[in-house]
């Protein structure tokens, strides 16, 4: 558990950091009265912050900077689950982060500089994050014995949720205490420390790690000795284009990401420009939805694994049930929160509803790439989550387009697009998903 404990760390901190910021770094951002949005603004108290700069961006270049990260994040997907197959997670993982970390620190000189440099700061921060996913699943591979990947992978994954739930109402008492650079800054010194954390406590597999107990060492290496593939050079690329269970995850890991990725980057303007919250409120309340994200998907893995284990039910049986409740339920309450008009309480529940049930496919598709292919669960991870990121490219550029105005239907319509995208990976995955070792990924001796 010391690996697991150390892997919830704050992931989305640094994509999430900008969303909250990006309110107060505008020169549209609220005024002293708050007439700026579609709902009557709440009393709040004066800012304490000092003034920092404000840039003069309009919604489309705020669309384009939040989405910038993922265009670095989407280029070393593929290459981090290859490179931490062949050379190990722990390293690979570790640098990532710390290359985030540093152009972290850098944002406010970028921003100073021009939208273009922020932008280009932002996709250099994706290119190092980039390898946290395939890593994490390629570490997996090693250490999560079969009947407890759900329960293991849930409380690491869930590390990401946490972020947000720290990271949003951090920045924005930041925010409104100091100023919005002070955002990265701070961030950027947690990132510094965990970086001295993970280098001294992890280690690639339980075959290296210095304080693992013999009982507990071999325990996982027996579980796992009949599902990982006993050679780093073979991968049988052909075989795993060609996979059906595969795609099967690429489509319910783009949809659902579509959703994610949107509220992720657009709720802190959602709940300012049309709900009327101040910063200090704005990331308080836009974590809510998160929080209970990270609670569904913690209770969920327990609850996957307790289905697999003590009832018996099958893998792809549960996989493909938390999927559906994971992924449909998010959609029905999406759509119902963009009909609420300024029914501030309804807004709030039915989006927190919304995430919150999004938590439960954490332990549906999320996780699917270890059942089916355990020994190139990294590069699996790197395929599905290149096909994942799109949405949170494209996702903000589209939705701040479609949001010129900012009244209510447009936001409807964002909300439809999100719903409709979410129920059709649903779908997919419940027909193709499979829940066993494809034979492509079993052991392979070749013959010299």
Known sequence: MQLAALKIYCHNLFPVNLSVAMVDMVKNRSSVNNSSSVCPHHSIPVSMSQQASVYDWDSETQGWILGSFFYGYILTQIPGGYLARKYGAKWLF????LCTVIFTLLTPVAADLGAGYLIAVRVLEGIGEGVSYPAMHAM????????????????????????????????????FYLDWTYVFYIFGAVGLLWFVLWAYFVSNSPSFHKRISE?????????????????TDYIPWTSIL??????AIVVAHFSYNWTFYTLLTLLP????????????????LSALPYLGCWLLALLGGQLAD???????????IVRKAFTIVGMVGP????????????????????????????????????INHLDIAPSYAGILLGITNSFATIPGMVGPVIARSLTKSNTI?????????SAAINIFGAVFFTIFGKGTVQPWAVQRIQIR
Do not use: H
Request: hydrophobic share 45%.
């Open 94 to 97: 570790g640098i990532g982060i």
């Open 215 to 231: 009982d507990e060492k071999t325990y996982i290496m027996a579980s796992l000795k009949n599902e990982l593939s006993p050679t």
């Open 306 to 316: 307790l289905l697999r284990e003590k009832y018996l039910i099958r893998t792809v």
């Open 269 to 284: 303007t959602y709940m300012n420009d049309i709900l009327g919250f101040s910063i200090q409120q704005n990331g308080m």
């Open 331 to 366: 959609a029905v309450f999406l759509i119902a929160a963009g009909y609420t008009g300024c029914n501030y309480v309804l807004a709030i529940a039915f989006l927190t509803l919304s995430s919150s049930l999004g938590g439960i496919s954490a332990s549906g598709f999320n």
């Open 409 to 417: 239907p447009e936001w409807q319509i964002v909300f439809y697009i």
């Open 242 to 247: 060609k996979s059906l269970p595969l795609w």
């Open 140 to 175: 997996w591979a090693s250490w999560a014995p079969p009947l407890e990947r759900s329960r293991l992978l849930t409380i690491s994954y869930t590390g990401a949720q946490l972020g947000t739930v720290v990271a949003l109402p951090l920045c924005g008492q930041i925010c």
